[in-house]
């Protein structure tokens, strides 16, 4: 049986973007969209595996410690699941762009980590997996990882840019929610 999963980046998809060259640093900070929950729960129901991979140069700034940052996953993930479990694993690359961390995006390296961890080699994995993102990074990681790539517009990019993008996602969205209705709506087993 073919295995599907969505990968989702964090700020812009899931919370709210910090803005540009800013960060989420404090549980105060980290503004979870309102359908963010539910919209996971509904990939679940679909069977898809669901993956966080977020880029946190934060840390390596020190902005904010590498515990902060687990509490604040800890945080996020309990106000996410709601008792349940929904996220099968949150992966972060906390380097600056300059120190040039193999697992940094826009490289698919904590991609390719995540389907090690759970079993699943890149050739099992169904045709519609996703990497839902709001920047073009996390379209070009998508990309390099043989995912279909989503851009949402409720983070850093905004349509008006469009014809700017280096790079072109398959699929624009307005935000996870509608990401996840089209999702949900067109199975390919
Ligand atoms: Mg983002
Ligand atoms: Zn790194």
Known sequence: MSKKIVFLDRDGVINEYP????????????????YAGESIRRLKE?????YIISNQACVSKGLISVEALKDMTGYLLSS?????ELIDGV????HREEENCPYR???PALILEALRTCGISKDELNSSSFFIGDSLRDVKAAKAANLKSIIVLSGRE???????????PDYIFKDLKEAVDF???NPKD
């Open 19 to 34: 803005g540009d060259g800013l960060y989420v640093l404090s549980k105060e900070q980290l503004r979870v969209f309102p």
């Open 105 to 107: 995006k826009p490289s």
């Open 158 to 168: 905004s349509i008006e840019r469009k014809d700017s993008w280096e790079v072109k």
């Open 80 to 84: 996410l699941e709601q008792g349940q």
């Open 91 to 94: 992966y972060y690359c906390t």
């Open 46 to 50: 679909a069977g898809y595996l669901v």
């Open 183 to 185: 999702i949900v709506k």
